[in-house]
């Protein structure tokens, strides 16, 4: 059975622990939609995009992931791409509240979408986007949770900002 699955988030910045989840999920599956979310609510750091372009950089090693922005209901996504699969990261217990409710949410626009949770390894399990944003714009060394790639685009984005 081909199964395609839908990876939906902000990636604002792609982090190791998104990275992570995706490796693993590419693994099991055969086709993987990573759908960065354009999210303009939350205010992101990077356009839609520049996210899409960071995450299609990290993750051009694997033949069958694919990257595109998208903006919408996920469960909608999921069929546009004949996808009944969402999968989620769950870093920590305070995730899953949120994700939880949305699942929910999910099922009850469409009952033939399923909400698979999957966590991040215990290495990664801390880290937020939010989090390394702030320690990038104090001038602290992001390289143990984000790529090359992406540290570089951190400072350009924010080397004006930093106190």
């Known amino acids: 059975m081909n ?3 839908v990876c939906p988030g902000t990636f604002d910045p792609v982090t190791y622990g ?3 989840v995706i490796k693993r ?4 599956y055969d086709r993987v939609h990573v759908a960065v979310a354009r999210s303009e609510e939350k205010c992101p750091l990077f356009s839609a995009d520049e996210r899409a372009a960071m ?6 090693g694997y033949d069958n992931v694919e990257v595109e922005v998208f903006d919408g209901l996920v469960v909608d996504y999921a069929l546009s791409k ?6 989620r990261g769950l870093r920590m217990i305070s995730d899953f509240e949120y994700e939880f409710q949305m ?9 033939d979408i399923e909400t698979v949770f999957m966590m991040p390894n215990e290495a990664y399990s801390y880290l937020s986007s939010k989090l390394i944003k702030e320690v990038a714009r104090l001038g602290a060394d992001v390289s143990k949770f984000v790529s090359k790639n992406v540290e570089v685009r951190l400072k350009e984005k924010l080397g004006t900002c930093r106190e």
């Open 25 to 28: 999920v590419a693994a099991l």
């Open 82 to 87: 004949s996808a009944r699969i969402v999968v």
């Open 55 to 60: 995450m299609a950089v990290e993750v051009a």
């Open 18 to 20: 998104h990275l992570d």
């Open 103 to 111: 699942a929910l949410t999910n099922r009850k626009l469409n009952s």
């Open 3 to 5: 199964k395609s699955v």
